[in-house]
């Protein structure tokens, strides 16, 4: 009882990491951490680490409720040869905030961010580059919702990849930008994906979506200089509402599977256009 007493009045719900701080220290704004796995086990469950100056603060994996925001100055983690952000918390019920962060694989990194379990992560400002296999993998056991904005992901085998065993991986970004990875995003098993007013480009594939039963939704978003624009493969549904697809060798490949578009979308100089379907008529309420 006295070893629990002791740990938990150690934790408390807001800490901080420096450039220069050390991770013997209590990581708090006088005595800051240095790194983020230095910071995590020192900071409460649904609490808070936040960033003094701008600094590399290293890979951490994440087992708890948690935000780590570095709004005073870029947060850096250069994963090479590993992954920058594991989050394995609880899937029915912690929630993950990551702001301003900046995740540099250095061409050897992993996965920028891995969910393998969390209720929600929630991503704001965040870049991911470098990566090797993906800029954000969610390979989930359970149910799992994932939101972003202002994201960026760059130079990564897959930019999103998303999957799961059980339920449903929602995935909801807003004004991001997936550019000069080899397939942008990657729909898989239990995948239900929404992209709005974002921009996927200078890929082989911008859009895949592999698994029967998976969905993307694209609105309103730009699809530009990828070898092939959006590829859906039997069983799966990809639908286009109001895009604008530039300079794409194939705009659209329905390759068995199922290409909905609103008649909306802009065609401009793309190769080979494809054949998508119409969607359904509105429902009007």
Do not use: Y
Request: aromatic share 4%; with cysteine; proline share 2%.
């Amino acid at each position: 009882m006295l070893a629990f007493t002791s740990v938990a009045s150690a934790q408390a719900t807001r800490t901080w990491v420096s450039g220069v701080g050390d991770d013997v220290n209590p990581c708090s704004r006088t005595a800051p951490c240095k790194t983020f796995a230095g910071a995590i086990s020192k900071t409460a469950a649904g609490g808070e680490i936040d960033c003094l100056d701008p600094g590399g603060f290293g890979s951490v994996t994440i087992t708890k409720s948690m935000t780590i925001d570095c709004d005073a100055g870029a947060g850096g983690i250069l994963n090479s040869a590993t992954d920058g952000i594991i989050i394995n918390a609880n899937a029915a019920s912690d929630t993950i905030q990551l702001r301003n962060l900046s995740i540099q694989g250095a061409g050897s990194g992993t996965n920028g961010i891995r969910v393998l379990a969390a209720k929600n992560v929630h991503l704001e400002d965040v870049v991911i580059m470098g990566q090797t296999t993906n800029g954000i993998f969610v390979n989930a056991t359970a149910a799992t919702n994932l939101s972003g904005r202002d994201v960026k992901i760059n130079n990564c085998a897959q930019g999103l990849n998303v999957k799961t065993t059980v339920g449903n991986a929602i995935a909801d970004f807003d004004s991001s930008q997936i550019s000069g990875n080899v397939t942008g995003v990657f729909g898989d098993a239990g995948s239900l994906i929404t992209i709005r007013n974002s921009v996927i480009s200078l890929t082989n594939t911008g859009v895949f979506q592999s698994a029967a039963g998976s969905q993307v939704n694209l609105l309103n978003s730009e699809v530009s200089s990828n070898a092939t624009g959006v590829v859906s493969t039997t069983g799966s549904t990809i639908r286009i509402v109001s895009n604008t697809f530039t300079q794409n060798g194939t705009a659209i490949n329905t390759n068995g599977g199922s290409v909905l578009s609103d008649g909306k979308n802009t065609n401009a100089g793309n190769g080979i256009v494809g054949n998508p379907s119409a969607l359904p008529n509105p429902i009007n309420m």
